[in-house]
């Protein structure tokens, strides 16, 4: 944890100095040695909080970028009898969980349902085989309206009444093709490919932010069709991210 109470204070780890948790009220010790990001750590065998992870600089660098209010802001929860410490909770009452490590689909339901606003960062430099591919045209083009997006590397589209019949023999089209050549590609939307998919991420019902370094972020995204539904990523910059909830 970056936070403590020391004294009664919201405190970042201070060497040599023990604090109150946040949310349990348990003794915390200050560790602030010279490998690990500086935190606060309860004794091992003290039960808090079970959907804290080990902070990373990954973690504390997204923190960091908002309110030192906004961060490490706790909730007991009465159905588990614990406490969780949100991550980010925004004066708009938006919690922002940075996540580093894999969920269970499990944990992430029970997350989404105890934060009535919740946005997911997650770091997708752990993904395994996940590759950003071709920018897309806007996935809800009106031009678009009666295609459907193949899950393929490759772009491709199939008119969407062969979906409705399930033609084996539906022609396959890409952008080249006349009846789709004058739509524009975007720089905004983009295919990937996910060889091992966290299926967790892909089940969110909240926004899901996938951080791959850099200045942007890539939002999960859903194309609803007939045949197999499309996920595609938006791209936004973490500026306008910030902008729009470090508030
Ligand atoms: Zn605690």
Request: with cysteine; aromatic share 12%.
């Amino acid at each position: 944890m970056q936070y403590a109470l020391l004294d009664g204070v919201k405190t970042e780890a201070l060497k040599g100095t023990q604090g109150t948790c946040i949310g349990c009220g348990k003794k915390v010790i200050a560790k602030c040695g010279s490998i690990k990001i500086h935190h606060w750590a309860h004794d091992v065998t003290a039960k808090c909080d079970s959907w804290w992870e080990n902070e990373t600089v990954w973690h504390r660098e997204w923190k960091e970028k908002f309110p030192a209010n906004f961060r490490e802001v706790n909730f007991f929860d009465q159905k588990l009898q614990e406490n969780h410490r949100a991550d980010i909770h925004t004066a708009a009452g938006i919690t922002i969980e940075v996540q580093n490590s894999s969920i269970t689909l499990k944990e992430l339901q029970a997350r989404e349902a105890f934060y009535p606003k919740l946005i997911w960062i997650v770091n997708g430099l752990k993904f395994k085989g996940f590759k950003l591919l071709k920018a897309l045209p806007q996935p809800n083009h009106p031009a678009l309206e009666n295609y459907e997006f193949r899950n393929s590397e490759h772009l491709s589209m199939i008119r969407k009444t062969d979906a409705l019949h399930q033609n084996p023999n539906a022609e396959v089209l890409n952008f080249y093709h006349r009846d789709l050549n004058t739509i524009p590609i975007t720089s905004e939307f983009y295919a990937f490919s996910w060889r091992n998919p966290h299926l967790a991420w892909l089940n969110a019902v909240c926004p899901v932010f996938i951080d791959l370094g850099g200045h942007f972020l890539y939002r999960l995204r859903t194309r609803y069709q007939v045949s197999e539904n499309y996920r595609y990523l938006q791209l936004i910059s973490k500026k306008s991210f910030l902008a729009k909830y470090a508030i």
